[in-house]
Nanobody, 131 residues
């Protein structure tokens, strides 16, 4: 099991940047697919970015991004795997949402990296507002 706690959200002007953090605790030395999801008001939750966290796996350290954030957002983690980050640059109004850190035991795969039912562990979310 892992516990996930997000931070770093806030209000920012369009074109600005924010870095979200997700503190990971618990059984962090197993392999997890780690992801940032977001949910805007009145919209379904969507996958934003994902990466596999753990020992060398068939999934390697490949990252996955939604088309809407490619080139603007970067997912990364600390070497000790205790923090997952989402660096968000060139923010747009449509990036306004509650952002969630999520994980499942296993490797991210290209065909299913944003399939929400796979994700077992969720944080409480952090709000990002772009104006």
């Amino acid at each position: 099991h892992v516990q996930l706690v997000e931070s770093g959200g806030g209000s920012v002007q369009a074109g600005g940047s924010l870095r979200l953090s997700c503190e990971v605790s618990g059984s962090i030395y197993r392999t997890y697919c780690m992801e940032w999801f977001r949910q805007a008001p009145g919209k379904e939750r969507e996958g934003v970015a994902a990466m596999t966290s753990g020992p060398t796996t068939s999934g390697g350290k490949r990252t996955y991004y939604a088309d809407s954030v490619k080139g603007r957002f970067t997912i990364s983690q600390d070497n000790d795997r205790k923090r997952l980050y989402l660096q968000m640059n060139s923010l747009k109004l449509e990036d306004t949402a509650m952002y969630y850190c999520a994980a499942y035991l296993g490797t991210c795969y290209s065909g299913s990296w944003s399939y929400e039912p796979n994700f077992t562990y969720w944080g409480q979310g952090t709000q990002v507002t772009v104006s």
